[in-house]
């Protein structure tokens, strides 16, 4: 059975939210920071090492994704309008992309260090995959995806 989302924080803001230009140096102010939580291979994160908790998605349980392929993964989310309407401060919570392997990767920042976000692939069985991909096709046709 698919698990019911029911964040309130985990909402997509509307196309229209952010201007073009809020969107673009969003985007240049957000940074990946890595996270050894969800990770059992440090690759090229810079990670002196890593500790996967049982309870977080790994990212590289599929595959290694890349720092650079990740920082892209990031800016694209952001540039499309795929990001939560939910804040903190000038971020957004939550901002959501589909990967070049087409998974569906979520990326969060936390109120301690507000800007810098970790990413791990949604789970198979959170049906909110399914609507970050028909809006992803909606406001990132040009992705191919």
């Given at each position: 059975m698919?698990?019911?989302?029911?964040?309130?924080?985990?909402?997509?803001?509307?196309?229209?939210?952010?201007?073009?230009?809020?969107?673009?140096?969003?985007?240049?102010?957000?940074?990946?920071?890595?996270?050894?939580?969800?990770?059992?291979?440090?690759?090229?994160?810079?990670?002196?090492?890593?500790?996967?908790?049982?309870?977080?998605?790994?990212?590289?349980?599929?595959?290694?994704?890349?720092?650079?392929?990740?920082?892209?993964?990031?800016?694209k989310a952001i540039l499309c309008g795929m990001f939560s309407d939910y804040f903190l401060g000038e971020y957004p919570k939550y901002v959501w992309c589909i990967g070049e392997d087409g998974e569906v990767y979520e990326a969060k920042t936390e109120a301690t260090s507000p800007g810098g976000y970790h990413g791990y692939p949604l789970e198979e069985d959170d049906d909110f995959r399914d609507l970050i991909k028909r809006i992803w096709k909606e406001r990132c046709p040009q992705t191919g995806q």
């Open positions: 698919k698990r019911a989302g029911n964040n309130p924080k985990r909402r997509i803001a509307p196309a229209a939210y952010l201007t073009e230009a809020r969107r673009t140096e969003l985007a240049a102010r957000a940074h990946y920071a890595p996270s050894g939580h969800h990770k059992r291979y440090p690759a090229d994160y810079r990670l002196d090492r890593t500790s996967p908790r049982p309870t977080k998605s790994l990212c590289d349980l599929k595959r290694i994704v890349l720092f650079e392929e990740s920082k892209s993964m990031l800016r």
